[in-house]
């Protein structure tokens, strides 16, 4: 099972966007879940998570800026992205935290760009 990221876009310095991804009962019900970004030739690294139970972590580079939240009765995931930076400019995924590289599916391009 892939994990599919959406919501991503081009957006200016300082926009916002709202990434979504929905993941099967299973997966989601009982697992922290978590989003990362990467931009090729680095790795790929963890922006924020939230338990079952709503406990958030979040990336000391995103904290005050982005806000991550999950629906548990229909099992999705979002991030909501504001005052977006170009060194936001990654591709961002969902997954589990910890990961599965079985879950990693294409995500979602973000490019904050004036």
């Known amino acids: 099972v892939q994990l599919q990221a959406s919501g991503g876009g081009l957006v200016q310095p300082g926009g916002s966007l709202r990434l979504s991804c929905a993941a099967p009962?299973?997966?989601?019900?009982?697992?922290?879940m978590g989003w990362y970004r990467q931009s090729p030739e680095k790795q790929r690294d963890l922006v924020a998570s939230?338990?079952?139970?709503?406990?958030?972590f979040y990336a000391d580079s995103v904290k005050g800026r982005f806000t991550i939240s999950r629906d548990n009765a229909m099992n999705f995931v979002y991030l909501q992205m504001n005052s977006l930076k170009p060194e936001d400019t990654d591709v961002y995924y969902c997954?589990?935290?910890?990961?599965?590289?079985?879950?990693w599916g294409q995500g979602t391009q973000v490019t904050v760009s004036s």
């Open positions: 009962n299973i997966i989601f019900k009982l697992n922290t």
């Open positions: 939230i338990t079952s139970n709503g406990t958030t």
């Open positions: 997954n589990t935290r910890p990961s599965l590289g079985s879950f």
